[in-house]
């Protein structure tokens, strides 16, 4: 290979593993070596080409952040103890109530990374999907684009597990390009989120600051009849949330006040209750050993 040709290929690399590169000269250029490393493999010759096409890259990355491997493997992969899958279940509910409601825009506000957004992607034109997180809205939108990921799950201590899915296999596939992924604040929406037939906020409100604000703004996102669909265990936590913004979990007088009567008392001047309250369970893997079980209350309300 001529030395020109060295330079360009050392200018270009970034790191090259198993070995070291023959020098190419005392300050040639800023890459160059000082001279051979006898302990390391000797590269002396590599084949370079250039081409004009495009060169196409086999998607190779895998998530390690534990967080969203914890979501993928929640929304994505196998299901434990005989749970069915969480986000499935709840958008297969909602699709089983509604009625002269149109199929064309919904929300899925906290989407994470987005298995509500992908199944109602299957019923609605089109989607919303927003969550406050960059990197969950980095990974579902990675996820869109390559149809594929890769993410890492604990087994225990530093033993871990390597695990892959596609969205074709999952039959999500074909409608991934109606789904409009981005991050934003579900308590300082854009204007533009408007004029929905449904609202989902899975396992939101008791993440929010302010959920009564939420719950009041978000009224005038939905068409006159259209559904919002609500889901929460109700762990109220005042790292989250200040605990006079709490809707329920408190004690007034000396009167248990829990969370459904607390929401229902901020919609029910715009909004009927579409069927009653249901428990919806769901299993969040931890480690091989340890599991998060919860189970999750849904309620459906119908704008008047
Ligand atoms: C408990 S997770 C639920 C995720 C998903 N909906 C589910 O049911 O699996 C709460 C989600 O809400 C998101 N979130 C928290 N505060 C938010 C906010 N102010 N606006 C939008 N999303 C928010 C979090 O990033 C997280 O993805």
């Not at 160059?32 to 000797?42: E, I, K, L």
């Not at 002396?44 to 190779?60: H, L, P, T």
């Not at 009167?255 to 209750?273: A, H, P, R």
Request: charged letters at 25%.
């Amino acid at each position: 290979m001529m030395i020109s040709q060295c330079q360009r290929l050392m200018a270009g690399i970034i790191l090259l593993r198993g070995g070291s590169w023959v020098s190419t000269g005392n300050e040639s250029i800023a890459d160059s070596r000082y001279a051979f490393r006898r302990h390391f493999y000797q590269h002396a010759g590599f084949r370079y080409i250039e081409s004009e096409s495009e060169v196409k890259q086999e998607f190779n990355i895998y998530e390690t952040d534990d967080l969203i491997s914890q979501y993928l493997e929640f929304h994505y992969g196998a299901s434990y103890f005989d749970v069915p899958n969480f986000p499935k279940a709840c958008i297969d509910h909602v699709v089983s109530v509604l009625d002269t409601q149109k199929t064309e825009r919904a929300l899925d506000i906290g989407c994470a990374v987005g298995r509500s957004s992908y199944e109602l992607a299957r019923t609605f034109d089109h989607v919303d999907a927003v969550d406050f997180s960059t990197r969950f809205i980095r990974n579902a939108l990675q996820l869109r684009e390559h149809g594929k990921v890769r993410y890492m799950i604990p087994i225990e201590g530093e033993i871990t597990d390597l695990k892959e899915f596609n969205l074709a296999d999952l039959e999500l596939g074909d409608r991934a390009h109606n789904i409009d992924f981005t991050q934003g604040d579900a308590s300082n929406l854009r204007d533009k989120y408007t004029d929905y037939d449904l609202v989902f906020a899975g396992n939101l409100i008791d993440r929010l600051y302010d959920p009564a604000a939420f719950l009041i703004n978000i009224q005038s996102r939905l068409r006159a009849g259209g559904l919002l669909v609500l889901t929460s265990p109700y762990t109220w936590l005042e790292e989250y949330t200040d605990k006079s913004k709490w809707l329920g979990g408190i004690k007034d007088n000396g009167e248990n006040v829990m969370t459904y009567d607390g929401i229902k008392q901020i919609l029910s001047s715009s909004f009927d209750g579409v069927c009653e309250p249901i428990d919806v369970p769901f299993v969040i893997r931890e480690t091989a050993r340890k599991h998060q079980h919860t189970i999750a209350q849904m309620t459906v309300w119908k704008k008047c």
